[in-house]
């Protein structure tokens, strides 16, 4: 951990493998991102990861989320965008317009005139 400039984390029990938390719990306990491991970088600047949902006092402690090093939830803004997309994409609903070919491009940013024979 010694000057590490960030640390992530992710949860200790996936989807589908609800069933195998408390012995997940046992052998990551050690591993919690708490205010000790933090310290452990030696630095005031190391940033907290975390991909969310969190399950605090788990896989990372309140205090740690909640510090001025944790970036989870900029990471999360920064996620929205292509989620949106995404999902633009498979709904198939309010996709980006059809880019239209550069002579339509130049004729429209032009402002040339609808009738050629027109000067």
């Known amino acids: 951990m010694k000057g590490a400039d960030a640390i992530y984390t992710d949860v200790w029990a996936s989807m589908g493998q609800e069933d195998e938390l408390e012995e997940r719990v046992e052998i990551f306990r050690s591993y919690q991102v ?3 491991l933090m310290a452990k970088t030696g630095k005031s600047t190391t940033l907290f990861m975390h991909c969310l949902p969190a399950h605090r ?5 309140d205090s740690v989320i909640e510090s001025e090093n944790s970036i989870v939830f900029q990471q999360a803004a920064n996620r929205l965008p292509v989620e949106k997309a995404i999902l633009v994409n498979v709904l198939g609903t309010g996709g980006a317009p059809e880019r239209p070919s550069r002579k ?3 004729a429209v940013y032009m402002k040339e005139p609808a009738n050629p ?3």
Do not use: L, P, Y
Request: proline content about 0%; hydrophobic content about 20%.
């Open 117 to 119: 024979d027109v000067k």
């Open 104 to 106: 339509a491009s130049k």
């Open 57 to 61: 006092g788990q896989e990372v402690t």
């Open 34 to 36: 708490n205010e000790k």
